[in-house]
């Protein structure tokens, strides 16, 4: 992205924000739920991932994206939030090496031109109820994914130190439903607990009919009504400025045109109506 990258930023490559262009990812990226649990400090969802490669040629990617961050970000009415509390405590933590080359070798896979590849089981990701919301919220599993692993980026990063702090093009999911998840938590407060009152699993939310709250989407939401939607957000200025599309209801919102992509969390569609308003600025 670039330094006005939003806070919600799907980036996690460890690398500056002002160092990558996005770069379309032509895979497809389907997380599915696939149940749940609720334990007395927390909440666990299971979920299945589907690869597929809609293009023409053969697609090499990898199942460790990034050095040593998770898969996955969680998020609630646009802000993220961390599955785990943080450390409390004034402990030394051990220093983490850096992943082997032949580690990180291990994950690599290529799928071939309009192949696919699906999770032989479901993956679990565990939010501790310390960090759940008090009341009913919605939640929003992010998945990340990634064509480049971290030799890819250590290699680019040395080419371009050579010649002096450039840039690096990184490709990134943007064909979301695909890789958002979105699930509703009841958690009771501290009074309600000593009730009895227990934290509650509310089941999958439908994007195509209860999230996102009305008027605004984010790319690869199921679009609530057929109209006019406006890109909002400070990344626009990267294809100068105001944008519009047109979206039918139930079909997914687009990210933003071009060869450079833009990080879809860190701009919102905004509807404007059945009307356009491009022509009239």
Do not use: C
Request: glycine content about 6%; cysteine-free; charged content about 25%.
């Amino acid at each position: 992205m670039n330094s006005n990258q939003s806070p919600s930023s799907a980036n996690q490559t460890g690398i500056p924000d002002n160092r990558i262009n996005w770069v379309k990812n032509p895979l497809v990226t389907q997380i599915k739920f696939a149940g749940a649990s609720v334990y007395d400090e927390a909440v666990e969802v299971r979920y299945n991932i589907l690869v597929s490669n809609p293009t023409d040629k053969d697609v090499r990617a990898t199942g460790k994206p990034t050095p040593d961050n998770a898969f996955e970000r969680l998020y609630s009415e646009g802000k993220e939030i961390e599955p785990h509390s943080s450390r409390e405590d004034n402990s030394i933590m051990a220093i983490k090496a850096a992943p082997r080359d032949e580690d990180v070798k291990f994950y690599r896979y290529n799928i071939k031109a309009h192949d696919s590849w699906k999770s032989p089981i479901p993956a679990e990701f565990v939010i501790m109820s310390s960090q759940l919301i008090f009341g009913t919220h919605f939640y929003e599993l992010v998945y990340w994914q990634s064509q480049l692993d971290w030799i890819d980026v250590r290699e680019v990063l040395q080419r371009t130190d050579a010649q002096g702090k450039g840039r690096m093009r990184y490709p990134i999911t943007d064909n979301a439903p695909s890789n958002r998840l979105y699930f509703k938590v009841y958690k009771p407060t501290d009074e309600e607990a000593a009730k009895g009152r227990k934290i509650e699993f509310l089941g999958e939310v439908d994007a195509r009919t209860q999230v996102p709250a009305f008027p605004f989407a984010r790319p690869g939401d199921f679009s609530p009504r057929s109209g006019y939607w406006q890109a909002v957000g400070e990344t626009i200025d990267m294809i100068g400025g105001y944008h519009e599309a047109f979206v039918k209801e139930g079909e997914q919102m687009p990210n933003l045109p071009g060869d450079v992509g833009v990080d879809p969390f860190s701009f919102q569609w905004k509807y404007v109506g059945e009307q356009s308003n491009a022509q009239a600025r």
